[in-house]
Nanobody, 112 residues
Framework: QVQLVESGGGLVQPGGSLRLSCAAS????????MAWYRQAPGKQRELVAA???????NYANSVKGRFAISRENAKETVYLQMNSLQPEDTAVYYC??????WGQGTQVTVSS
């Protein structure tokens, strides 16, 4: 059974940082491509960052230079380090598997 559990969200001031975690189970994590998506109120879900099984990463233009995706295969966990957060980063963040399995997400709110 595939399970994805996102955590690490919260309320942060503009310019602050957060580190999100996504613990996966029920998949062959070490060879799986993983990604972070986000959905803000009234907006479409968008891809934020992705990391291939081999470690190659790519990012949405809006987060390049501010966010960093990484993975720890031994813990079957993918991370999203978010720096210089801005109000427009406010959203629920998800780490789906193959676009078919979604966790509950973790809320990130950037506000003063």
């Amino acid at each position: 059974q595939v399970q994805l559990v996102e955590s690490g969200g919260g309320l942060v001031q503009p310019g602050g940082s957060l580190r999100l975690s996504c613990a996966a189970s029920g998949i062959i994590f070490s060879i799986s491509n993983m990604a972070w998506y986000r959905q803000a109120p009234g907006k479409q879900r968008e891809l934020v960052a992705a990391i291939l099984g081999g470690g190659t990463t790519n990012y949405a233009n809006s987060v390049k230079g501010r966010f960093a995706i990484s993975r720890e295969n031994a813990k079957e966990t993918v991370y999203l380090q978010m720096n210089s957060l801005q109000p427009e980063d406010t959203a629920v963040y998800y780490c789906p598997y193959r676009g078919a399995y979604w966790g509950q997400g973790t809320q990130v709110t950037v506000s003063s």
